[in-house]
């Protein structure tokens, strides 16, 4: 959702951005990009950047950042990382997320998986010089900046936002407080729970899983019957005003998918295990 928007911030419009094919798994087709590339060269198009994913908002997908980077490199693309939701995850599994490194940018939501407000983001780049330079209002503003990354510096002047909360203060206050250590241990918890809660559906013959779970996201339905979408539909809304738990929803192959997402450092086995228990007792009600 975030990347048509930036486009049609930047004037370049929605036609813009390309669509790159997924495998099974849903991470992106690096040959797919190439000749999506080559195609827009060919046409005498400019790209400009690819955008990869580590960890899908839906289903927690991780793409081959290496291989996407080295597609980057070849064509001379500027690679940005959408690590919103699930980078955290490398503090645990760093092999899932090999080639993140090479990202010249990457976006973090702590307040997901960090646990701190809503509206908490972080920005990062891997040459700030970048980001000041094409904020700066002349060339001769952004050598200064250059040269002394401190003095002039100014975050308004970085971002389209202006007016902003000090949102940063309670994620280095948390850090600071209870340790990346325990930031680990809690990301931990959470991946182990949604394997928990993908063996529980696994398990369940009403249910069925429909994505792999590669961190915390866990999509699911309600089976046997010829009007799935919308009696998951229904079910959503149901188990959402029992009140017991709450869970979202995705698009999987073009169905209607339930979605459970354990991002709260405070859930526990009794908590998943109540996802189940809900989804079914919301379908017996509603048949």
């Known amino acids: ?12 419009g929605h036609d813009a951005v390309r669509l790159i094919a997924v495998d099974d798994a849903f991470r992106m087709r690096t040959g797919d990009l190439r ?3 080559m195609r827009d060269l060919d046409c005498g198009r400019l790209p400009i950047a690819v955008v990869s994913s580590a960890g899908t908002t839906a289903t927690g997908s991780i793409d081959p950042v290496t291989a996407i980077a080295d597609v980057c490199r070849e064509f001379g693309l500027w690679l940005h990382v959408d690590g919103a939701y699930g980078a955290f995850a490398s503090l645990v599994i760093p092999d899932a997320f090999r080639g993140i ?3 010249d940018s990457l976006s973090l939501d702590p307040h997901k998986w960090l646990y701190q407000p809503t509206g908490c983001g972080c920005l990062l780049y891997r040459n700030p010089s ?6 700066a209002h002349s060339g001769e503003y952004a050598r200064a900046l250059s040269d002394d990354p401190i003095e002039g510096f100014a975050f308004f002047e970085e971002s389209i936002e202006l007016s902003r909360p000090f949102r940063a203060l309670t994620l280095w206050l948390s850090l600071r407080f209870h340790g990346l250590a325990a930031f680990r241990e809690s990301i931990r918890e959470d991946l182990r729970l949604a394997q928990v809660l993908a063996d529980l559906i696994d398990a369940e013959p009403m249910l069925e899983r429909l994505a792999p779970v590669a961190l915390s996201a ?22 959402v005003r029992r009140g017991r738990v709450y869970i979202s929803n995705a698009q999987i192959h073009g169905h209607f998918a339930l979605r459970a997402c354990i991002v709260n450092h405070r859930s526990t086995e009794d908590d998943v295990r109540c996802i189940v228990s809900e989804v079914l007792a919301a379908a017996e009600e509603l048949q």
């Open 1 to 12: 959702m975030s990347i048509p928007k930036a486009a049609a911030l930047l004037g370049l």
């Open 35 to 37: 000749r999506e590339i």
């Open 101 to 103: 490194e090479r990202a």
């Open 130 to 135: 970048a980001a000041r330079q094409a904020f």
């Open 218 to 239: 866990v999509t699911f339905r309600y089976v046997g019957r010829e009007d799935a979408d919308a009696f998951n539909r229904s079910i959503l809304d149901r188990v």
